[in-house]
């Protein structure tokens, strides 16, 4: 599975922008799917999960109701809404792929991830 994450830009605060993550490979649908940041100088953490039908979400409580994570298996991609931005969201974004189908806020549940996509918020 190869992952391209879009979207990425510079926003002021309260602003809002959509990152997507595009995914090559049939067995998409299978995946769950998660996001993740990293802000300069900070560890890789966690963002957004959502399991392999789009029926559950899991949220980092730092980006809890202000963020939305989705996919569309049809077009195999997911999506990551993001609204009432703030400067501590400014970071690169990266999607991630879990083939066991089972996400969670660990980065080692994911087997692939995409290159990144740069989210900068100004004051």
């Known amino acids: 599975v190869q992952l391209q994450a879009s979207g990425g830009g510079l926003v002021q605060a309260g602003g809002s922008l959509r990152l997507s993550c595009a995914a090559s490979g049939r067995t998409f649908s299978s995946y769950a799917m998660g996001w993740f940041r990293q802000a300069p100088g900070k560890e890789r953490e966690f963002v957004a999960a959502i399991s392999w039908s789009g029926g559950s979400t899991y949220y980092a409580d730092s980006v809890k109701g202000r963020f939305t994570i989705s996919r569309d298996n049809a077009k195999n991609t997911v999506y990551l809404q993001m609204n009432s931005l703030k400067p501590e969201d400014t970071a690169v974004y990266y999607c991630?792929?879990?083939?066991?189908?089972?996400?969670?806020?660990?980065?080692?549940?994911?087997?692939?991830w995409g290159q990144g996509t740069l989210v900068t918020v100004s004051s």
């Open positions: 991630a792929a879990a083939a066991s189908g089972v996400y969670g806020s660990s980065w080692y549940r994911y087997d692939y």
